[in-house]
């Protein structure tokens, strides 16, 4: 620790007393109590330093060297040559989806094939960059899409499969790759649930063309809010940061800045054709872009959280384990599994229920007993007011079964044995109410 860092821990630590814990106010799994929340930040001081430390000294306040070694980290980690953060998860998938239809010269109305259950930020994009979305129902038993009936939506318009792995448990990644090459299509990975997920000793990621993160503070590591987009694909990267970054054509980042001639060694020179000046590469616009850009003190939260994320993948599984043992007690559950040659890095525990009234018992039960449940995300998109005329919800059986009965409970690392035992407690305590 630089003898700056060890200054500011140490006026931090001369702050806190005993009711005014060094846990921030957020990290509420930490708290001593039978609150069990679905998720949260697994934070200590480290980042709370890194955040300080760049916030009062960095040399950028927005995007910056902190936020570009990030990026390096998250390529070596997930064996990706560049990666991109944004703002956020969404922000991400927004990015992808639209740098990709640049890149592959994708046309208004060609299709991307996704679930029908999941998140909405998997499906907008594909809409907002005026393609077509086209679903596939889930298999019940994995609540993951179902590999045949995505085969059979395949068209001549067919551009790319977007996967979102259901709470890090991904669809079988030699199918996919099967029907990609058969059919040539993209496969492309929404990881924000699964950051941190294997196959073959492989991070999920390396199958596919490019994938996004989220570090959303309920997700694997969090920045607070946050996003990347990777892929080995180098130029679909740039044309990412490009339309992330106001549409501008200058790739420079962190130290690159500086030079004087910045990364491309002619930042001063004849960039408008039909102007006879030199400017500044910095300010020559080739897309119609956003400002998506995070913060540098997010870059240096990022750097801290990666020290942890063994700590943390490792924690989830071992949660993920503990809690779907307690429930398998209970009569007539069902739970996904992790398939042979996978290491799957849980989001959350998903439990199936036999039907809709033992979900409502057990969601009530354990809600008013301070445990936190979340459903399987929408369901099937298209019961919500904002989807219904995308296609029709009876096409799609097992997806509408699933807000009658699946939800899910956090694997947090911040989920410590004694909030495990907690449910546990509150099981045994209701048992009764579940036999047969």
Known sequence: MTNRKQKILNFLENMETEEDSFIPQFCHNLKNDNKVYYGGPFFDKDEIVEAIETLIFGKWFSSGQKVYEFESEISKLLNQKSSLMVNSGSSANLIAIT???????????????????????????????????????????TLNFDLNEVE????????????????????????????????????????????????????????????????????????????????????????????AWWGRNCYCVGVENLLSKGSCGKRFSKWIEDLDLEIDHKYFFTEIGYNLKPLDLQGAIGLAQLKKFDHIHKKRIENKNKIQAIFEKIPNLKFCQEAPNYEVSWFGVPIICPDSKTKKKLVAILES??????????????????YTNLDKKDNYPNANIVLDRVFFVGCSPTINNSKIEHIENVLKKNHEQFKN
């Open 99 to 141: 740098a990709a239809k640049k890149y592959y010269n994708w046309q208004d109305g060609d299709e991307i094939i996704l679930s029908v259950v999941g998140f909405p930020t998997t499906l907008n994009p594909i809409i907002q960059n005026n393609l077509k979305p086209v679903f596939a129902d889930i298999e019940y038993e």
């Open 152 to 243: 059979n939506k395949i068209t001549p318009k067919t551009k790319a499969i977007f996967v979102s792995p259901v709470l890090g448990n991904i669809p079988d990644v030699e199918r996919l790759i099967e029907i990609s090459e058969k059919h040539k299509v993209l496969l492309f990975l929404d990881c924000c649930d699964s950051f941190g997920t294997k196959y073959k000793g492989k991070n999920i990621s390396e199958y596919f063309t490019l994938s996004t993160l989220s570090f959303y503070p309920a997700h694997h590591i969090t920045t607070g809010e946050g996003g990347m987009v990777c892929s080995n694909n180098q130029d679909l990267i740039r044309i990412a940061r490009s339309f």
């Open 369 to 386: 007993n301070g445990i936190q449940t979340r459903n399987y995300f929408a369901g099937n998109i298209l019961y919500h007011p904002a």
